[in-house]
């Protein structure tokens, strides 16, 4: 007989499970990403929402493309274990709120029934930076990014975020169903600002009357997110059997740590997600900026660095006396470019990240953050180094950073390796031939894409030299000599 997961009642006493019958709440939450991150995180608080207040807010998972996550969740009743590890240990927990977990690939009538269901009232997302095709100068959609483009050909079979939601936007005015409030769960500077104007200008293109229909009348509250989560690794699911004493396909692994900072515009109502912990606020942007910065521009900076030194996990590079050196430097420099936050005390803040960052429990690979570099260094690496110019601070962590992410860019480590650089601008971010590039050469060549590093930052002589003399180092000396000598100065 089968082991698997099925019920929370059939759990050893100590793994949490939901406080709440699950099937006594129906959904009123689409969240588009049904990937491990949205397990650890928005599902989490939603739990402990239903828990403390109840309501019809179970989620309906969907994702774009892989029926993975639904072939995993369908059997076990969508219920499935977080294992936070930490130096307390494994505490497994068993999440209920999730109702269903579809694939629009293959579900695409449900998919559409759930979006344009009077009782859906919030579309939450995690698809990634790269997800959603924003063209950041100007903020709308990007034409050359594959989903909008389909979805701009055919807008009545979308497969992307912006046609798919513009799509169901447009059938609940028709239908006189009130829009649903749109929540961007995503690592991108002013998440629910970008995520408007992408879907205003979607509509422009796609269907001219909607566009000031979602300008007035959808709300796009912004968020920050945090809790470390790793990919799933081959232990994780033998660790979910240790716990629980069932086989569950779906389990993510994550930090005890989570935060999530909410702008509270929820026209349509919300889950209790204080109840969870999350903080209401009018402004998100100072913690958003304050995270990418220091959580994420730290994170790529030692993703970068790291796995060119050999460096499989975020805590093999902690445990690096050099590199954690240059981690720390990193943190202070990117603290000094924000403003203060009330409340928040920014040393405190990075003192934690370097303890999370060092958790010896999670296997979270170098490899895995170094992914989409492409979409991530603006807001993390290339924002705040402007900000380090104006407010006449030095830029060279921030040039190192950069640095390590132009040697990465090459493809191959120092001793030889290939590796694939997973980043949707990879064709053009390699320069071209195999041989050995010169720092300048390549410079020039990422300087030339065009829209991904700053026009200001390029024409700075103290960044472009600080880039140049770093890159050169580590073209010229490897890397491990590279960051040896960056540690130094
Ligand atoms: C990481 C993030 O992969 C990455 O780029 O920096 O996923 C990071 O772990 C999360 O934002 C933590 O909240």
Wanted: hydrophobic share 40%; charged share 20%; glycine share 8%.
């Amino acid at each position: 007989m089968s082991n698997r997961l099925h019920s929370p009642d059939d759990l050893p006493a100590d793994v949490a499970r939901p406080a709440y019958r699950p099937a006594d709440h129906a959904p009123g939450i689409v969240h588009i990403g049904l990937g491990a991150f949205h397990k650890a995180h928005q599902a989490v608080y939603t739990d402990d929402a239903l828990a403390a207040a109840g309501g019809d807010w179970r989620i309906v998972g969907v994702s774009l493309r892989s029926p993975t996550p639904a072939e995993e969740l369908r059997p076990q009743a969508c219920l499935y274990t977080t294992i936070e590890r930490s130096a307390d240990g494994s505490h497994a927990r068993v999440i209920g709120s999730l109702a269903d977990a579809l694939c629009l690939g293959t579900d695409r009538d449900a998919v559409r029934d759930a979006l344009c269901a009077p009782a859906t009232r919030i579309v939450s997302l995690t698809v990634t930076e790269k997800g959603y095709g924003i063209d950041r100068a100007s903020g709308g959609a990007d034409p050359g990014h594959p989903a909008i483009a389909a979805d701009l050909a055919d807008p009545g079979t979308p497969r992307g975020v912006a046609g798919l939601l513009v799509w169901a936007l447009g059938q609940r005015r028709t239908s006189g169903t009130p829009p649903f409030t749109v929540l961007c769960c995503d690592n991108l500077p002013e998440n629910g600002r970008l995520l408007r104007s992408l879907l205003i200008d979607f509509a422009r293109r796609a269907a001219p009357d909607l566009a000031d229909f979602i300008a007035s009348d959808v709300a796009f509250p912004a968020t920050m997110v945090d809790r470390i989560t790793p990919a799933r690794g081959p232990g994780t699911l033998q660790l979910a059997r240790d716990l629980t004493g069932h086989d569950d396909r779906a389990a993510v692994e994550c930090e005890a740590f989570r935060q999530w900072v909410i702008e509270d515009r929820f026209p349509t109502g919300r889950p209790a997600w204080e109840a969870g912990g999350a903080l209401f606020v009018a402004d998100v942007r100072p913690f958003e900026e304050m995270k990418l910065r220091m959580l994420n521009g730290t994170h790529s900076m030692l993703a970068y660095a790291g796995f060119l030194a050999g460096h499989t996990h975020v805590r093999d590079v902690m445990k690096d006396p050099v590199l954690a050196t240059l981690v720390r430097r990193h943190l202070a420099a990117a603290a000094a470019t924000l403003d203060d936050l009330p409340g928040v005390d920014l040393g405190t803040y990075a003192e934690d990240l370097a303890r999370r960052f060092a958790n010896p429990h999670l296997a979270h690979e170098t490899y895995q953050i170094a992914m989409d570099g492409s979409e991530k260094m603006p807001q993390r690496i290339f924002a705040p180094a402007q900000d380090a110019l104006r407010r006449g601070q030095s830029v060279e962590p921030f040039a190192f950073a950069t640095a390590a992410w132009m040697r990465y860019v090459l493809g191959r480590t120092d001793t030889g390796e290939y590796y694939d650089l997973r980043d949707p601008l990879s064709a053009a971010l390699r320069p071209e031939g195999d041989g050995p590039a010169s720092a300048e050469d390549v410079v020039q060549h990422l300087y030339g894409i065009e829209g991904l590093i700053p026009a200001a930052l390029q024409a700075h002589p103290e960044w472009t030299a600080e880039v140049l003399k770093h890159l050169g180092n580590m073209v010229s000396l490897g890397m491990t000599q590279a960051i040896a000598d960056a540690a130094k100065q």
